[in-house]
């Protein structure tokens, strides 16, 4: 009897221990290791492009400075590199630190050839805008200069993105029949994979379903539409892993089993495996294809992302920091999740054609790319570079995260006056002090944003610029 309460204890302390899962990867040495690196230098390299884009960009709509700059007729042609550089080959190159490390040393060449077309492609989005003068069509999710050497270059990082996929899929690692929180974050990535096949089957789909007699935007439109969707879900899923695996870096306790984690991955990825039967329902140009993708994009992420959005922040709410390479990514951590759920919740207040689209799109973007910062904090010790500590590294994610929520909240102010999306200078026709109020708003935390964005080059660069320990 006397043993009772001991066992007790163990056995509820086992309990614990399960609910709260630790979700931790371990870096590989060797080629592995070697391909993450260069694929994180091709992340941050979209960046630094992307940065120089974003100053013509937010200057090219605040209101009081539009006028100083000739850059007016310039703003299309920077948008559309800026996302793609930002948001198209950010992403893509952090799946690729993500997929590299969760590999087999199988086909490493292949993951090579796929760095290399991809590295291609991203020089040639850079440099189109001065090499030939091109239309700017600002279709969803994938805008681009109808021009030979930009498209080229979305063409290569298309073809990497494939070689990317399939080595993912041959190099892929058993997640095993004893799910801990390791095993739950390989299922977390082997969906992700999977995800961005089906969404690089419906580009190929659209691309043979859309009218030939099409144009412009309403070509690109229905071309990006299906598989832009999809991709959401790869971007989705790599933020889930994010969450977790910052969450347990910090030590913060997640009230969530592994198998309840691998559950709601598995949620999102079902989300995913409707797509074929929409495009065989529906034909691409119809309505009620548009229509279903939007729903399925809408409805089923929101399954799984709400009980994880909970779940990290209860575990957040609860960790108290006191080590000092935790901070950076705590503070990305918690940025992050803000973000995303302001951006969600812009989503259910959309009406009509304005500024509120990208408001709900600037968040939810910023929430993933944030979490992508904070991986790439806590990853890069673990590929031999330094550690990111001090206040400048605790602070860029606040900074970052302040000035987007700032865009974010102007751009919503703004919508609901009306202004349109996808103008800027006098075509955003601001008749009234709200208006002005709301895009100089915008303008400002814009700025501030561009700030944040340079000190995570600038603290990512300081710890790789000492150069990497033997692995």
């Known amino acids: 009897m006397a043993d009772a309460p001991a066992g007790v204890a163990r056995y509820f302390g086992k309990w614990i221990s399960l609910a709260r899962g630790e979700y931790r990867l371990a870096v590989p040495d060797g080629a592995r290791?070697?391909?993450?690196?260069?694929?994180?230098?091709?992340?941050?390299a979209a960046l630094i492009g992307a940065g120089v884009y974003s100053i013509l960009l937010v200057v090219s709509r605040t209101p009081?400075?539009?006028?100083?700059?000739?850059?007016?007729?310039?703003?299309?042609?920077?948008?559309?590199?800026?996302?793609d550089l930002s948001v198209l080959v950010w992403f893509v190159a952090i799946a690729g630190v993500f997929w590299s490390i969760n590999s087999t040393p199988r086909w490493t060449p292949l993951g090579w050839?796929?760095?290399?077309?991809?590295?291609?492609?991203?020089?040639?989005?850079?440099?189109?805008?001065?090499?030939?003068?091109?239309?700017?069509?600002?279709?969803?999710?994938?805008?681009?200069?109808?021009?030979?050497?930009?498209?080229?270059?979305?063409?290569?990082?298309?073809?990497g993105m494939a070689m990317l996929v399939l080595r993912g899929m041959v190099a892929v690692p058993r997640v095993g029949t004893r799910l801990d929180g390791a095993a739950a974050l390989r299922f977390g990535l082997n969906s992700s994979v999977v995800a961005t096949a089906i969404a690089l089957a419906a580009f190929a789909w659209s691309w043979l379903d859309v009218p030939r007699g099409l144009e412009g935007k309403a070509y690109y439109e229905l071309l990006f539409w299906g598989g832009g969707h999809v991709?959401?879900?790869?971007?989705?899923?790599?933020?889930?892993?994010?969450?977790?695996?910052?969450?347990?870096?910090?030590?913060?306790?997640?009230?969530l089993t592994p198998r309840v984690a691998v559950l709601l991955f598995a949620v999102a990825l079902v989300s995913v495996f409707l797509t074929p039967?929409?495009?065989?329902?529906?034909?691409?140009?119809?309505?009620?294809?548009?229509?279903?993708?939007?729903?399925?994009?809408?409805?089923?992420?929101?399954?799984?992302?709400?009980?994880?959005?909970?779940?990290?922040?209860?575990?957040?709410?609860?960790?108290?920091?006191?080590?000092?390479?935790q901070r950076p990514l705590r503070a990305a951590l918690a940025s992050s999740l803000v973000l995303f759920a302001f951006?969600?919740?812009?989503?259910?207040?959309?009406?009509?054609?304005?500024?509120?689209i990208p408001a709900h799109y600037h968040g939810s973007i910023v929430g993933i790319t944030l979490a992508f910062m904070g991986v790439v904090y806590h990853l890069l010790p673990q590929l031999g570079y330094r550690t990111p500590i001090g206040r400048l590294?605790?602070?860029?994610?606040?900074?970052?995260?302040?000035?987007?929520?700032?865009?974010?909240?102007?751009?919503?102010?703004?919508?609901?006056?009306?202004?349109?999306?996808?103008?800027?200078?006098?075509?955003?026709?601001?008749?009234?002090?709200?208006?002005?109020?709301?895009?100089g708003f915008m303008g400002l935390g814009g700025l501030i944003a561009i700030v944040g964005g340079v000190l995570f080059l600038v603290v990512a660069f300081r710890c790789m610029a000492g150069g990497r320990e033997r692995r």
């Open 277 to 325: 039967v929409i495009y065989l329902a529906y034909a691409v140009p119809s309505v009620e294809h548009y229509r279903l993708l939007t729903w399925l994009m809408r409805f089923g992420g929101g399954l799984a992302m709400l009980p994880m959005t909970l779940a990290v922040l209860v575990a957040l709410t609860g960790a108290r920091t006191t080590d000092e390479t």
């Open 393 to 439: 590294a605790t602070w860029q994610p606040y900074v970052y995260g302040a000035g987007q929520l700032m865009h974010v909240a102007g751009l919503l102010w703004s919508g609901g006056y009306g202004v349109q999306r996808k103008v800027a200078g006098s075509e955003q026709v601001l008749r009234t002090t709200g208006e002005v109020i709301g895009m």
């Open 33 to 44: 290791a070697k391909l993450a690196r260069g694929w994180l230098q091709l992340a941050l």
């Open 64 to 83: 009081g400075l539009a006028g100083l700059f000739p850059v007016e007729n310039f703003f299309r042609v920077a948008l559309v590199v800026h996302v």
């Open 343 to 356: 951006g969600g919740l812009i989503g259910f207040m959309i009406q009509g054609s304005n500024v509120r």
């Open 231 to 255: 991709l959401q879900f790869t971007w989705t899923l790599l933020m889930m892993v994010s969450w977790l695996w910052l969450a347990s870096a910090i030590g913060a306790p997640i009230p």
């Open 113 to 159: 050839a796929a760095f290399a077309l991809a590295v291609a492609g991203t020089v040639l989005l850079a440099v189109a805008p001065f090499t030939q003068r091109a239309a700017a069509v600002m279709a969803n999710y994938v805008p681009v200069l109808d021009g030979a050497v930009f498209l080229a270059g979305l063409t290569a990082i298309a073809g």
